[in-house]
């Protein structure tokens, strides 16, 4: 099985930056689309970012132009900068990631991003 562990996440100040972290280990033929989601409080999980294993990004609106997503294939890993950061952003943030044998689909357990003075 395909297991995620997220890391990274911790209490920054506004306008601050943090690079969260995903690697993937286990039984891996071949490693497709991998996202960043995140919940904030009291709100549902949305996508944050995503990325296919040629490299095309799609970002939700609220982030686009602060937040980067970029992946090492070689690691199965997934990362996201995440720069002028604002209360909004945060939210426990998790890794998504599908991929062969069997089309599998896992998350990660979840990193939490704080945003506050």
């Known amino acids: 099985q395909v297991q995620l562990v997220e890391s990274g996440g911790g209490l920054v100040q506004p306008v601050g930056s943090l690079r969260l972290s995903c690697a993937a280990s286990g039984s891996i033929f071949s490693m497709n689309a991998m996202g960043w989601y995140r919940r904030a409080p009291g709100k549902e999980r949305e996508l944050v970012a995503e990325?296919?294993?040629?490299?095309?990004?799609n970002y939700a609106d609220s982030v686009k132009g602060r937040f980067t997503i970029s992946r090492d294939n070689a690691k199965n890993t997934v990362y996201l900068q995440m720069n002028s950061l604002i209360s909004e952003d945060t939210a426990v943030y998790y890794c998504k990631a599908n991929g062969l044998p069997g089309n599998f689909q896992v998350w990660g357990q979840g990193t939490l991003v704080t945003v506050s003075s």
């Open positions: 990325i296919s294993r040629f490299g095309s990004t």
